[in-house]
């Protein structure tokens, strides 16, 4: 049974960075593309992030984009997004999770396993 649990999050002000991350347990990190996705209050889940297994490629929503990195250390079966230039926009709720093929897709229908979540507060 996969595991994953994100901590990080915190109330900041607008222009701040935070960095989030994700360990995840149940023996699968190192073959699967990591993602990270984020829920605001009364909005549907939405896709930030994913990264391969071999930190080989990439992806990004077009509105973090240029302020939000996403990485992984295999060795310690974790992922991290740093997000920097943090707007009242970016409030929300911040999940990862993983798909077991490999494939970095940003489809939330391709993700079944998440954390609780870490709560972003972004004040202006």
């Known amino acids: 049974q996969v595991q994953l649990v994100e901590s990080g999050g915190g109330s900041v002000q607008a222009g701040d960075s935070l960095r989030l991350s994700c360990v995840v347990s149940?023996?699968?990190?190192?073959?699967?593309?990591m993602a990270w996705f984020r829920q605001a209050p009364g909005k549907e889940r939405e896709f930030v992030a994913v990264?391969?297994?071999?930190?080989?490629?990439?992806h990004y929503a077009d509105s973090v984009k240029g302020r939000f990195t996403i990485s992984r250390d295999n060795a310690k079966s974790t992922i991290y997004l740093q997000m920097n230039s943090l707007t009242s926009e970016d409030t929300a709720v911040y999940y990862c999770?993983?798909?077991?093929?490999?494939?970095?897709?940003?489809?939330?229908?391709?993700?079944?396993?998440w954390g609780q979540g870490t709560q972003v507060t972004v004040t202006s």
């Open positions: 990264i391969t297994k071999n930190s080989d490629y990439t």
């Open positions: 999770s993983l798909d077991p093929s490999g494939v970095a897709l940003p489809w939330i229908e391709r993700y079944h396993d």
């Open positions: 149940g023996g699968i990190f190192s073959s699967a593309a």
